[in-house]
């Protein structure tokens, strides 16, 4: 209820402030689904529009009402998901920067939005400032924060041995420093395996779009150091993840946690004992992996950051060598907590199966040192197939590093080759049908797409379109992975922007401690929510119905549709940023 009302306080507030545009004159339609931030000029611009009774639509100017665009609806199309019917408006021909509206004959205008180049820099830049706010153990001051300015939270300068996690020198209770990283997600831990992935993904960014980087600010306290606001971000997490690795082995512990989650509290109120457990081989491959990127990457900032790389370069190399000698030891949350106390039950990323972290670490190893012996075993010369990445499943991560630097390995065309064509061959199968799709993305086509965290899912697919454009130059795969970005931004069942901060429709509740506890209305910008889950686990009221697409709550209490994580946002910094970096210099 609370959040009804607000959304109608935020109507009529932009209703009172701006009732003498055309485009505030009416509250928006629900039935009209798009990007709510906007469109590159000579970029594909579509809208689903809910229900089958129109036929056709007006693209007008958002301050004077004037037509620019008149055009017809689509063929109706069925969501596979509620059976529901769209019809989708092309106004790719609007080509002239400006404010527009839609509107549909009898049905209502959308709320405006914008034609214009660099049209997704915002975005781009607010949800790597997302990960700012998400920093442990400093205080976020006004002049970098604003109104979320917030004392410092979690030192983590005291944080206890768990019994899981006993080795040589470290007893029991024994007291390590692990300060700095990122907060996982709505909750305070910082869990190394979920770091794993949202570091790769951070860092393949950079190295696949270097130059955009260069230039590209985020108000941080170190954007005035003359390294790019993307690595200072990343050395914040990259420091902490150091100290996670056990210095008399080499193995990394699991994560550093509480035993049972925070309350709804402000970081810093937060004082509840924190501990690291048991080391395993799923958290310490994924740190060889960020470890020997990270080596690549600060060997060039080196002026900056003495050292740096070489402490990555070792770090990887004893994590490798530790993982050798315990290849297949899992967390098991339940069996850790049957032998130890405390227990300890905040978010487990239990993950089953260490094959993909070997692939991904051994590449990274391998790009790092050239060494073959790296690669042993891991069977890539062979046809591969591609899976999307996930904290659990990042051997694709391993394929992208090896893709580029292809060049390169141009002499390694038989390890190569069989990449090219997974990535090819996946990109090939989510554009099958893209035309008999709802909101026609390539998001949603299987109810699968839809698990917890199904934001990510839309981001990554949109990333593994970008590599599979990059292999081919083919524009196909370029306007498809846009088009993830407009369903994450508005083009979807929900109707919801799901960068908070963001759009006409906004998330305004999620499960984000400092957003329920700190008392101000807006939640923290540039986070992404987590997006429609159709399993519903947190049991939340709120929920519309259970159709896959639609499965989603702007309600705090919904851990399971409406939370924030690193690894989410991760890939829409990656996806706003690859697509502003390739669309966003055009006119
Ligand atoms: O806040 C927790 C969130 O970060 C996790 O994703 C989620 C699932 O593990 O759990 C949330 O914590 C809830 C807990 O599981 C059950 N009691 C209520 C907690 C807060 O809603
Ligand atoms: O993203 C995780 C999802 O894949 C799991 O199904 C879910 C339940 O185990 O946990 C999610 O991760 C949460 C983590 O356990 C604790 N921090 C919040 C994460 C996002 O909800």
Known sequence: ???????????????????????????????????????????????AISGDEHSSFEVRDAKSGKIVFKGKLGSSRTSQHSGKVTKIADFSGVKKAGNYIIEVPGLGRSAPFRIASQVHREVAEASLKGFYYQRASIELPEKFAGKWARPAGHPDDKVLIHASAVSQNRAENAVISSPKGWYDAGDYNKYIVNSGITMGTLLSLYEDYPAYFENFNTNIPESNNGVPDLLDEVIWNLRWMLTMQDPADGGVYHKLTNPRFDGMIMPGAAKNPRYVVQKNTPATLDFVAVMAQSARIFKSFDNKFPGLADSCTTAAVKGWEWAKKNPKILYNQNEVNKQFDPDIVTGAYGDRDASDEWIWAGAEMYALTRKKDYLEGLGLESPQTMVLPTWSQVKTLGYYTLLRFSEDLKSEGQLTNPLKQAVTNYAGTLLTDLEKQPYNTVMGKEAKDYAWGSSSVAANQGIALLYAYRITKDRKYRDASLGNLDYLLGRNATGYCFLTGFGSKRVMHPHHRPSIADGIEEPVPGLLSGGPNPAQQDKCAGYPNKFADESFTDNDCSYASNEIAINWNAPMVYLSAAIEAIMGQEK
């Open 1 to 47: 209820m609370k959040s009804l009302l607000n959304n109608i306080f935020l109507l009529a507030g932009l209703f009172a402030a701006a009732s003498s545009n055309l485009s505030f004159a009416q509250a928006p339609s629900g039935a009209i689904h798009l990007n709510q931030i906007g469109f590159y000029p000579g970029g594909t611009k579509i809208a």
